[in-house]
């Protein structure tokens, strides 16, 4: 008797640590790792990444997929091809008012994972409903927990695949009951399958910040690949307009959107952080409640970004130390090393209107001008000058050219 107890004993407790349950998950608003936790041993513990080149505009027709890692470790470069944003929006309204709506944005260019026309593919919000709408279960087996998701149903829209299955990528939308992720035929019926079984690891957003510190000026230029948070005591500026001598300066609110080339104004010698964040890139357009399409980010803005180190052109114009701490925007001449540094914004020499430029253009800020147009002599403080036809860089009295060699 003793012996049929204790097999008893063995078989619930070996039953309790199996049961599973899957409830309506509420993870909040955070970049995560999104790591395979399903049956699939390949697959095991691989992250959910977004393609290296990313589009920049309209992805209608185009094959760019998430896919896993090729490695168990978190890709530690400024690419970070493995961090997604998880946005919380609550419940909706209409449809399935009792599931929380999750959109999943890709770290960098302001990508949400849509169906364009597959699941694994960014949307560029060219096409109505990009990026979808999500659903996430959050799974309990024993003590551990794990996560399914799926589209949800207020994105009304049926007849796709459901889970997130490692095979395809696939996220779909069809309607489904409270724990289930139905597919249209075959595959994962429940979200307590185990091949659709994902763990999110939080990840803190202050350990994907950039830093920026002010010149001497006043002024500095700024450009990332992600959507990053306009920091206190910095106002972003987009360039609206360029003449033959000034450049009209507009400030942005909140937000400076992924790759998109501003100006910054802040304190001279502060170092500001710039912490991303979920949002559209430049160029992309918002989906309507009803379904049309909003206007193009930061579509006037002439100033390119340089997310990566840049081969600029004769005549292009980047920030420069006008000579008494006066920032202006100065024109790149023959003899100038050409290559501007990551994460800084320059002025295309096609954006200017005129038909000769000035060699440097002045800031119109809110009406009122700032900087000098005209030519003057640099000053010996160190900063960028334009000198001649060529950029100097001057350090401790030395001269530099952009590519770091010394001047004689």
């Known amino acids: 008797m003793k012996k049929i107890l204790l097999t008893l004993g063995v078989m619930l407790s070996a039953m309790g640590a199996w049961a599973q349950t899957a409830t309506t998950a509420d993870l909040p608003s955070s970049f995560y790792r999104i790591k395979y936790a399903g049956s699939n041993t390949d697959a095991k513990g691989k992250y959910l990444t977004a393609p ?4 920049t505009g309209n992805t209608s027709n185009q094959n760019w997929k998430a896919a896993l890692s090729n490695g168990t470790s978190v890709d530690g470069s400024d690419m970070h091809t493995d961090v997604w944003y998880v946005e919380n929006l609550g419940l909706g309204t209409g449809g399935d008012t009792t599931e929380v709506r999750y959109k999943i944005w890709c770290f960098r260019g302001g990508y949400g994972l849509a169906t364009n026309p ?15 709408l999500y659903r996430i279960m959050r799974v309990t087996t024993g003590e551990t927990v794990t996560y399914a998701f799926s589209g949800h149903p207020n994105d009304n829209v049926s007849g796709q695949s459901m889970g997130m299955g490692i095979a395809s990528g696939a996220i779909g939308n069809k ?24 763990e999110f690891e939080q990840v803190d957003s202050t350990h994907l910040q950039k830093s920026i510190t002010i010149g001497s000026t006043g002024y500095a230029t700024f450009s990332c690949y992600a959507t990053t ?29 992924a790759n998109t080339g501003v100006i910054l104004k802040g304190t001279s010698g502060e170092t500001y952080n710039f912490v991303p964040t979920n949002g559209l890139g430049k160029g992309m357009q918002a989906v309507n409640l ?9 579509a006037g803005n002439k100033l390119a970004a340089s997310v990566a180190a840049t081969t600029l ?5 980047i920030l420069v130390n006008k000579g008494g701490d006066t920032a202006a925007l100065g024109r790149i001449g023959e003899d100038s090393g050409k290559e501007l540094a990551a994460g800084k914004a320059y002025l295309p020499a096609d954006a200017i209107t005129a038909a000769e430029a000035r060699d440097f253009l002045s800031f119109l800020q809110d009406g009122t001008q700032t900087g000098i ?36």
């Open 373 to 408: 147009s005209g030519i003057a002599k640099t000053t010996a403080k160190d900063g960028t000058y334009i000198e001649g036809k060529r950029v100097v860089i001057l350090k401790n009295g030395v001269k530099y050219n952009t590519l770091g060699q010394r001047i004689k």
């Open 175 to 198: 309607n489904y009951l409270s724990n289930t992720l139905d597919r249209t035929s075959g595959g994962s019926s429940n979200a307590t399958d185990s091949a659709v079984q994902w």
């Open 229 to 257: 948070r306009i920091p206190e005591g910095v106002t972003a500026y987009e360039v609206t307009a360029a003449d033959n001598s000034t450049a009209t300066l507009s400030a942005l609110s909140g937000t400076i959107p």
């Open 313 to 317: 052109a004769t005549g292009d114009y």
């Open 52 to 55: 290296v080149n990313l589009p």
């Open 118 to 132: 597959r699941p694994d593919v960014y949307g560029s919000y060219s096409n109505n409903n990009c990026p979808r």
């Open 290 to 298: 009803d379904g049309t399409l909003g206007d193009k980010v930061c």
